[in-house]
């Protein structure tokens, strides 16, 4: 088996390792959103906010690829991880290519010194078994929902819009396109962070740390992977401080997807609302704005109970429950 890295200019490179994972998906998670090519290539190249990973695909003696190894290194927090995600193509399973793939990233671990090692994994009984044999434990269940818009009933979003926006009358809300203004982003680093508050169940991880840099690079790389960023944000009427916001992005590529990529609450402005507020005025702007998605995706905490009601209130459904593992290298 011969193991390489993957470049974001390799277009077939990109182009089969998508096809792979329509592969792979089609057995373990029929309903999970894919890439296309170009985004995965995006993904390369800028990550999620200018902090990209790393691919390495496995091909047999006859070029043909087998296998893919998916590497995250943060470098903002967290220096001390590193992440893994395995695909292995369902003709050459149970051939010992996944794990090949996993020595080979704690590899690239030790070299890096980075000592404490994810891998995430759909929730399936031979996935778990292959995470206990290479010594990685259970540390957090965290669940894919999805938003039909199609068969929404708006009714109930603007009953709870209505009901938030009485409870939080003290805030207005701020919708913005595509970047920041400056004169926003010092306020939006304090909200954007309390996403810390979020549970992390069991997972030893540090909290993620922001800076108006960090928002700047992650506008950048979603501009970059040709999304439309909607961003709604509550401020308080009586101070201007910013208390809560939602962000969600829309495919030019495939306009009729979207992800919900943070929905969060200042501490301090907790008990008003604003979390439903913010979410259904979302939704509301984008019947406008976005009349061709159809669906929204999300990702939370099967611990999150406060967010979940939210959602299944809004017509979200599951798509597939992931586990994350951990150990020490």
């Known amino acids: 088996m011969d193991i390489t890295r993957l470049f974001p200019d390799d277009e077939a490179g990109c182009a089969e390792a998508v096809a792979l994972y329509a592969a792979t998906q089609k057995i373990d998670c029929p309903e999970a959103l894919l890439p296309t090519a170009r985004s995965f290539a995006a993904d390369l190249k800028y990550g999620w906010d200018g902090d990209p990973g790393q691919t390495y695909l496995a091909r047999d003696e006859d070029g043909t690829l087998i296998g893919l190894l998916s590497v995250q290194i943060p470098t903002y927090d967290n220096t001390n991880l590193m992440w893994f995600e395995v695909e292995v193509h369902p003709d050459h399973r149970s051939r010992g290519i996944g794990t090949d793939l996993l020595t080979y990233g704690e590899r690239l671990a030790a070299e890096l010194g980075r000592t404490s090692l994810g891998l995430s994994q759909w929730d399936l009984p ?56 400056d004169e926003l982003l010092d306020g939006m680093v304090a909200v954007t962070a309390s996403i810390n508050d979020a549970p992390k169940d069991d997972l030893d991880i540090e909290d993620d740390e922001f800076s108006p840099e960090r928002l700047r690079a992650y506008e950048d790389a979603q501009l970059a ?4 960023l909607y961003r709604v944000i509550a401020r308080s009427r009586s ?32 008990g008003h609302r604003l979390g439903a507020l913010v979410k ?38 599951v798509v597939a429950t992931a586990i994350a593992y951990q150990k020490t290298l």
């Not at 929902?145 to 109930?156: N, P, Y």
């Not at 201007?240 to 501490?267: C, M, N």
């Open 239 to 270: 101070t201007g401080e910013l208390a809560g916001h939602s962000t969600i992005v829309v495919e030019q590529e495939r306009p009729h997807v979207a992800e919900q990529h943070d929905t969060a609450v200042d501490q301090a402005h907790r």
């Open 126 to 181: 031979k996935a778990a078994a292959f995470a206990g044999r290479a010594g990685f434990e259970s540390k957090a269940v965290e669940v894919n929902r999805r938003q039909d818009i199609g068969t929404l009933d708006w009714s109930i979003v603007e009953n709870l819009y209505a009901d938030a926006e009485r409870a939080a009358s003290a805030y207005e809300l701020i919708r913005i396109t595509g970047k920041l203004p």
């Open 225 to 228: 992977h040709d999304r439309t």
């Open 280 to 317: 259904t005025g979302m939704l509301l702007w984008l019947r406008e704005s976005e009349p061709t998605v159809t669906q929204i995706d999300t990702w939370n905490a099967e611990s999150n109970n406060h967010m979940i009601a939210i959602n299944e209130q809004l017509n979200y459904h």
